[in-house]
């Protein structure tokens, strides 16, 4: 059973820390990863993805991949309580097709 | 806007009844998908389209559900005799193919639509 693993917090930092989610992933070969952000009662809404070891930055936001220890993180520098929502974790399937899901990390930014 | 849209937004029905749900994905992507998230949980797969081909399905997808993307463009999702555990939110999301260095043909991001919240009482 291939899993992502993401510990469902709630994690709570002050408003302009850098808030760090963490994710976990079974499958050797998945090759594409992906961070949503979920607000309550809201869809899920792409902010990074990431396919090569290493980090990747997108304002704010840094995603980091090191397939060796199957582990993909966020990073969320100058965290706005507007940041405050649920972030999900997401690797390809082998086939490439489906995304299977963390059960994601509620994040909780206080003014 | 040319995101993914779905309808409708909001669903109750009694235990029992069919139901259909459409999702219109961004108009040049390829790939259509279905997932369904309960509370607490991150979505879980459905089933995929390429075009019209219907090309994979999870075993979630039970003889009550069907889904079909006719011209290749929108997608409905039909669930039979719906049961209580049928409560979710459905979501839909598309994607483009993108080809990398190697020539191999890799999906792309997918992009959700704002999904069908079904509550069945």
């Known amino acids: 059973q291939k899993e992502v693993e993401q510990n469902s917090g709630p994690l709570s930092v002050p408003e302009g820390a850098i808030a760090s989610l963490n994710c976990t992933y079974s499958?050797?070969?998945?090759?594409?990863f992906f961070w949503y952000r979920q607000y309550s009662g809201k869809s899920p809404e792409l902010i990074m993805s990431?396919?090569?070891?290493g980090d990747k930055e997108d304002g704010r936001f840094t995603a980091q991949l090191n397939k060796a220890s199957q582990y993909v993180s966020l990073l969320i520098r100058d965290s706005q309580p507007s940041d405050s929502a649920t972030y999900l974790c997401a690797v390809n399937n082998q086939a490439g097709t489906a995304l299977i899901f963390g059960k994601g990390t509620t994040l909780s930014v206080s003014s | 806007d040319t995101g993914v849209s779905q309808n409708p937004r909001h669903k109750i029905t009694k235990r029992g009844q069919n139901v259909t749900f459409r999702c219109d994905p961004i108009s040049e992507h390829n790939r259509l998908y279905w997932y369904r998230q309960t509370l607490g949980q991150g979505p879980e797969f459905l089933t995929y389209?390429?075009?019209?081909?219907?090309?994979?399905k999870s075993r979630l997808l039970s003889d009550r559900f069907s889904a079909e993307r006719p011209k290749g463009s929108f997608s409905t999702l039909e669930i039979q005799r719906t049961e209580q555990g049928d409560s979710a939110m459905y979501l839909c999301a598309s994607s483009p193919i993108r080809v990398v260095g190697t020539g191999a043909r890799r999906p792309y991001e997918q992009y959700f639509g704002p999904g069908t919240r079904l509550t069945v009482t």
């Open positions: 990431i396919y090569s070891n």
């Open positions: 389209f390429q075009n019209e081909a219907q090309l994979e």
């Open positions: 499958d050797r070969v998945s090759q594409s």
